[in-house]
């Protein structure tokens, strides 16, 4: 049982355009979210958060979107650069010392940024 | 973001072995050690979670037997792969979590493979 998705596995993208990556999960217990960017044979990088409180959160060229109602948020990067190109992966967690206090990873999103 | 560091980056052992991978986090105390094992082209699957001081939580359909984890200090854990098997080749990370941090920051990851 998947509790993070991320239906697309891969996305292509025009440098200097918006991309858009997103990410669905199921468990209502999830309080906080998370993006890392991930290069092959290296670790997760942390990129952006969210708490379940917002519903937007800035950092630079990327903002992250919470929609809670629909369990839904998404990745914006804006403008696209070819560096940007990488696995990108949700990842959700539970909130701190109750028993789901962990990272639940989605499955990733293949970001291909086009020059 | 904090500093986790892993160790080996790779590692080639014999069937049969036994190899430990190491966990630090370098600039807080991680109160909590989260450690995934990745297959190619798929997510980070969490194998274990382990707070300081206290019995490492497996993941349903991991051998706890097979995969010893340790977490003797605030910035160390460990993982040790016991009676390593060819099938037993992956990319294993591992990552740390501060007590009131809410982002996971992540090791470089350990290629082990088993010959």
């Known amino acids: 049982d998947q509790q993070v998705k991320q239906n697309s596995p891969s996305l292509s993208v025009q440098e200097g355009r918006i991309s858009i990556l997103n990410c669905d999960y199921t468990?209502?217990?999830?309080?906080?979210f998370l993006w890392y960017k991930k290069y092959p044979a290296e670790g997760p990088t942390f990129l952006i958060s969210?708490?379940?409180?917002?519903d937007k959160n800035e950092d630079g060229r990327f903002t992250v979107f919470l929609n809670k109602s629909a369990k839904h948020l998404s990745l914006h990067i804006v403008p696209s650069q070819p560096g940007d190109s990488a696995v990108y992966f949700c990842?959700?967690?539970?909130?701190?010392?109750?028993?789901?206090?962990?990272?639940?990873f989605g499955p990733g999103t293949s970001l291909s940024v086009i020059p | 973001g904090a500093v986790v560091s892993q160790h080996p980056s790779w590692v080639i052992c014999k069937s049969g072995t036994s190899v430990k991978i190491e966990c630090r986090s370098l600039d807080f105390q991680a109160t909590t050690m989260f450690w995934y094992r990745q297959f190619p082209k798929q997510s980070l699957m969490l194998m274990a979670t382990s707070n300081e001081g206290s019995k490492a939580t497996y993941e349903q359909g991991v051998e706890k037997d097979k995969f010893l984890i340790n977490h003797a200090s605030l910035t160390l854990s460990t993982l040790t792969v016991t009676s390593a098997h060819p099938e037993d080749s992956s990319f294993y990370i591992c990552?740390?979590?501060?007590?009131?941090?809410?982002?996971?920051?992540f090791g470089q990851g350990t290629r082990l493979t088993v010959v």
């Open positions: 969210i708490s379940s409180i917002k």
């Open positions: 990552s740390a979590r501060g007590s009131m941090n809410t982002e996971a920051f």
């Open positions: 990842a959700a967690s539970a909130p701190l010392k109750t028993s789901y206090d962990k990272v639940i």
């Open positions: 468990n209502s217990m999830f309080d906080y």
